[in-house]
């Protein structure tokens, strides 16, 4: 590991904390993840297609229980809409692979540190290509895994930066104390990054039941380094959000509210600061299916989602204006349908692909789990 010896951000500079100092790195996460993985069968392996097959059926069936019919037949009932279609894509999302230093309870794509799964530079590059040939986008959402410890993560955010366009870091902040990643909270602010952060609770005993060992008090600290080089501050131009998912089978409360419980317990308590809170639905999917299945409550929680159906979250579904990608290339419409191999129904790699512009107007990929996205306000 070697300090970062680039230049500050332009707030850093002008701020009250001119110059930064990342703190000595901590030893690695990932020991500590891989033992709760060997203590947690749940953990421990991802699921294979037969495993999938075999998920989407318990939902199917927990649907059939309760009387309610499949996602893109009850939409046509409810809206008179035949089938969800494309907008022009303003959101490219690049799963840039699956590695991560943490196994998390709720992880729809399953990451942990024994994912070897990768973006190549090749299709790194051509990604950057086809982003430069479609005007809409605004925003490239780079996520994991732990999306900084990809080879080509900061490839691409040079590029899309260079481009003009808004970056997203998925960051689960313990990456930010992870040996040899000292030079990334500055890396952030120097392009300018937009950091979405996972922090599902202010309360140590209840994150780190969700997302392992050590993970609090390392995000924490990963939060009080972005905040030293201005993300969240007041006055600064560098953005730090915070998302929020439910602990268990229920639904996120309001996020206004959420949102001013946040700021007040992270100020007293920490002197941290952010910008925005998210609300995001667990999905009846991978570990968290797994978990509701084994608690005999997959049930009660389609039922949960189906009755707290809201027609207003169609308009803004974010599937309407959202190409997915795959490490490997391949289209989905999002992050959720790219965990279920459920790819976009041209089925296409971006590969294939000079612009995005010929995804307008395409169908939607649907599915039993799309009702956590139009549940009570959505997911954001």
Known sequence: WTPYTGPVSSWAAKGPRAVVHCAAPESSLIPDT???????STLAAPLTSRDRLEERKLRRRALDAIGVPAFSDFIERETGEEVLLKRSISLLQLNVGLFCNQACTHCHVESSPRRTEAMSEELADHI??????????????????APEMSPQFRKLVRGARALGVEVIDRCNLTVLCEPEMGWLPQFLADEGVRVVASLPCYSEEN???????????????????LNALGFGVQGSDLHLDLVYNPGGAFLPPDQAGLKEAYTKQLDDSF???????????????????DLLAREKRLEEY??????????A???????????????????YDCDFNYALAMPHGLGINIMDLESLTSLEKAPITTGSHCYGCTAGAGSS
């Open 34 to 40: 891989l033992n709760e993985m060997a203590a947690d």
């Open 128 to 145: 950057l290509t086809v982003l430069a040939a479609s005007p809409s986008v605004r925003t490239v959402d780079i996520t994991g895994g």
């Open 207 to 225: 994150v780190d039941k969700q997302r392992g060992n050590k993970v609090f008090e390392r995000s924490i600290k990963g939060l009080k380094m």
């Open 271 to 289: 002197g941290i600061t952010f910008n925005e809170l998210f609300t995001m639905t667990n999905m009846p999917i991978k570990r968290f299916a």
């Open 302 to 311: 389609m039922q949960l989602l189906v009755t707290s159906f809201n027609p």
């Open 313 to 331: 979250t169609l308009s803004e579904i974010m599937c309407r204006e959202l190409a997915s990608v795959g490490f490997d290339g391949q289209l």
